[in-house]
């Protein structure tokens, strides 16, 4: 059964930059697009970007600017940058895998993480 | 991007009543989407993907139709266990997108 857990800090300051980590069990981190999304408190959801084993990566362009996203194969993690944040990146990130379609080599989140609330506050 | 829209943003059913949730896309996404269910403080689970397929284990109570721009996400008997937001999220680019949700309450 695939397992992934979001790991990191759960208080980030204004301006500083948030890092998440994401531990994949059950599954081989070379076997899939890996993804991270978030939501708001009370919102909806929001893909952030996602990554192949390779290193090929995509992100939302929205959050281009400010996020890093990469991988582990060695520890089977990837893991999430995000600079600069402000109140609005107030949210519970998870960690996803993705499969791929005819048309896109990511397009399906089927295995999830928890979620870990992470807020942007002084 | 492409925008998903979803209607209604709420709505309250009785125990056994049939559901429908409706998403339209800004664009034609052919098939290419999926529907979440996600309940309070939880993970959103896969339901549906391909506009019409029923993920392994999903209750088939649950179905998903559509093509193009608009897409239909039903629930024939609703459940209690089906209190929860759905989702709608379309992978026709690069760039994937979700729909704002629909909160499912019972009445």
């Known amino acids: 059964q695939v397992q992934l857990q979001e790991s990191g800090p759960g208080l980030v300051k204004p301006s500083e930059t948030l890092s998440l980590t994401c531990t994949v069990s059950?599954?081989?981190?070379?076997?899939?697009?890996w993804s991270w999304i978030r939501q708001p408190p009370g919102k909806g959801l929001e893909w952030i970007a996602y990554?192949?084993?390779?290193?090929?990566?995509n992100y939302n362009p929205s959050l281009k600017s400010r996020v890093a996203i990469s991988v582990d194969t060695s520890k089977n993690q990837f893991s999430l940058r995000l600079s600069s944040v402000t109140a609005a990146d107030t949210a519970v990130y998870y960690c996803?895998?993705?499969?791929?379609?005819?048309?896109?080599?990511?397009?399906?989140?089927?295995?999830w993480g928890q979620g870990t609330l992470v807020t942007v506050s002084s | 991007d492409i925008q998903m829209t979803q209607s209604p943003s709420s709505l309250s059913a009785s125990v056994g009543d049939r559901v429908t949730i409706t998403c339209q896309a800004s664009?034609?996404?052919?098939?290419?989407l999926n529907w979440y269910q996600q309940k309070p403080g939880k993970a959103p689970k896969l339901l549906i993907y391909?506009?019409?397929n029923l993920e392994t284990g999903v209750p088939s109570r649950f179905s998903g139709s559509g093509s193009g721009t608009d897409f239909t996400f039903t629930i024939s008997s609703l459940q209690p266990e089906d209190i929860a937001t759905y989702y709608c999220?379309?992978?026709?680019?690069?760039?994937?997108?979700f729909g704002g949700g629909t909160k499912v309450e019972i009445k």
């Open positions: 996803a895998r993705v499969l791929g379609s005819r048309v896109v080599p990511a397009a399906t989140f089927d295995y």
């Open positions: 059950g599954d081989s981190i070379t076997s899939y697009f």
């Open positions: 990554i192949y084993y390779s290193g090929s990566t």
């Open positions: 664009q034609d996404i052919t098939n290419y």
């Open positions: 391909d506009a019409s």
């Open positions: 999220q379309q992978y026709d680019n690069l760039a994937l997108t």
